[in-house]
């Protein structure tokens, strides 16, 4: 079992940064899953952001945040971050870590990952 707990979202302005972090615990170490962060904004479905393979190094984004958004983990601490920069309205959403085992950094799936945290609200004004 993996709890994941997201924290660091907030309101900010259209070109401004934020980092999220999510900090797993449980019976076993993130260091055996690929972890990712998506996101689900209001009347639409949770969406693909970025994923990061199990010693990183290795990453995938969805077209719509590459090159402004950074998936990164640290398997000593158990976190993974996402720092999102030059944010833009269209980015509002909450943002969830996920944990999946025995899959890549291509996997874009949500049912392909196998546990989920809570959640961090995420809004960007114009």
């Known amino acids: 079992q993996v709890q994941l707990v997201e924290s660091g979202g907030g309101l900010v302005q259209a070109g401004d940064s934020l980092r999220l972090s999510c900090a797993a615990s449980?019976?076993?170490?993130?260091?055996?899953?690929?972890m990712a962060w998506f996101r689900q904004a209001p009347g639409k479905e949770r969406e693909f952001v970025a994923a990061v393979r199990r010693r990183g190094g290795s990453t995938h984004y969805a077209d719509s945040v590459k090159g402004r958004f950074t998936i990164s983990r640290d398997n000593a601490k158990n976190t993974i971050a996402l720092q999102m920069n030059s944010l833009k309205p269209e980015d509002t959403a909450v943002y969830c870590c996920a944990a999946g085992s025995g899959i890549g950094t291509q996997a874009t799936g949500v049912t392909l990952y196998d546990y989920w945290g809570q959640g961090a609200q995420v809004t960007v004004s114009s």
């Open positions: 449980g019976q076993t170490f993130i260091s055996n899953y690929v």
